[in-house]
């Protein structure tokens, strides 16, 4: 009998292969988790987008919001922009970080295609973003009433990505809010 | 003619400038703990290289921050916390002893004794199988006489 076993074990031992295989296959490595999940937003002192008003990490917390991380160089945050304009219209804050860009540019860019942002902070040299963990942009955060980073999504936020992540979390915040 | 060799070998070597920007160490110790370092961590963008290799922005920008930490006399546990606590643990090729990453740890140590004991059971195996086939036993060694008996009584 044990070497009847002994039979089936490349047998096993495949199927024990293949399930990890398979469940690798449903997995998207590109997905990393923020650091900062559950951690308080980073302190940081950095100008106003083309103005010279100081925006530190009081003037722009204590209620729940999306911080999107953004640049005129990126062609996806241009693929983005209407959505978070339509959000912003909807009612949710939504705070710019201007990530290593141009001011004339980004502002140039507000100007033509509209602004979303409640404020912006000009990150010229990608501190902020570094305290972040900001790999690329566009990445959006979302940021509780206490000031903690409850959910990085990298990447275009559009209707799926809000209705489908964003929005469950950030109506939970609300309402935990409101209780 | 000459000053238009020259020029053309000068513009021939831009793109080694270009690749990778080089930093001067005030002492040749924090060289050598940058490269070692800059080979350790990972770029967060492209995932399959160190930050040494990587020619993305976010490469670039924590070479110049391992270098601006360097020689700031941080140490290269402080310089890898500060990375892990912005990037997460992802950000290390030898990731840290944990729980999480015991089995990562273990796993080679695990696999080879496996290996050591399959060949040792095998080996083992083998020779009792052997050992059994040598010997005939008594009732077996009647019966290859009668086989052999009438073999011989049927030529």
């Given at each position: 009998m044990p070497a009847r076993l002994k039979l089936f074990m490349p047998l096993i031992l495949?199927?024990?292969?293949?399930?990890?295989?398979?469940?690798?296959?449903?997995?998207?490595?590109?997905?990393?988790?923020?650091?900062?999940?559950?951690?308080?937003?980073?302190?940081?002192?950095?100008?106003?987008?083309?103005?010279?008003?100081v925006l530190d990490k009081a003037a722009v917390s204590g209620e729940v919001a999306l911080f999107n991380v953004w640049a005129t160089w990126c062609i996806s945050c241009r693929a983005e922009h209407p959505y978070l304009t339509e959000l912003a219209k909807r009612g949710v804050a939504i705070y710019g970080i201007n990530y290593k860009d141009e001011d004339a540019a980004a502002l140039a860019w507000l100007d033509e295609l509209g602004d979303p942002y409640l404020a912006s902070i000009a990150d010229h040299d990608g501190t902020l973003g570094l305290d972040l963990g900001v790999y690329g942009a566009p990445e959006t955060y979302?940021?509780?009433?206490?000031?903690?980073?409850?959910?990085?999504?990298?990447?275009?936020?559009?209707?799926r990505v809000w209705s489908n992540v964003l929005q469950p979390i950030y109506e939970q915040l609300k309402n935990g809010k409101a209780n | 003619m000459v000053r238009i060799c020259s020029l053309v070998l000068l513009l021939l070597t831009l793109p080694a400038l270009a690749?990778?920007?080089?930093?001067?160490?005030?002492?040749?110790?924090?060289?050598?703990?940058?490269?070692?370092?800059?080979?350790?961590?990972?770029?967060?963008?492209?995932?399959?290289?160190?930050?040494?290799?990587?020619?993305?922005p976010i490469s670039q920008d924590l070479r110049r921050l391992l270098y601006e930490q360097l020689e700031q006399g941080a140490s290269d546990d402080e310089i890898r916390q500060y990375m892990v606590d912005r990037y997460g643990e992802f950000v290390r090729y030898?990731?840290?002893?944990?729980?999480?990453?015991?089995?990562?740890?273990?796993?080679?140590?695990?696999?080879?004794?496996?290996?050591?004991?399959?060949?040792?059971?095998?080996?083992?195996g083998r020779k009792q199988a052997t050992d059994t086939t040598e010997a005939l036993s008594e009732e077996e060694q009647l019966k290859l006489k009668a086989i052999l008996d009438k073999a011989e009584s049927n030529q």
């Open positions: 495949f199927i024990i292969l293949a399930v990890f295989l398979v469940r690798g296959l449903s997995l998207d490595p590109k997905e990393l988790p923020s650091a900062l999940i559950d951690k308080p937003f980073p302190e940081f002192s950095l100008s106003a987008l083309g103005s010279s008003e979302l940021v509780d009433a206490n000031g903690l980073v409850r959910y990085r999504h990298v990447g275009v936020v559009n209707e | 690749v990778i920007e080089t930093y001067e160490f005030s002492d040749s110790a924090l060289e050598k703990r940058y490269r070692a370092l800059s080979e350790e961590l990972r770029c967060p963008k492209c995932q399959n290289q160190n930050i040494a290799d990587s020619n993305a030898r990731p840290s002893f944990s729980g999480v990453t015991i089995f990562l740890w273990m796993a080679p140590m695990l696999l080879l004794t496996a290996g050591v004991a399959i060949a040792v059971m095998t080996l083992l």
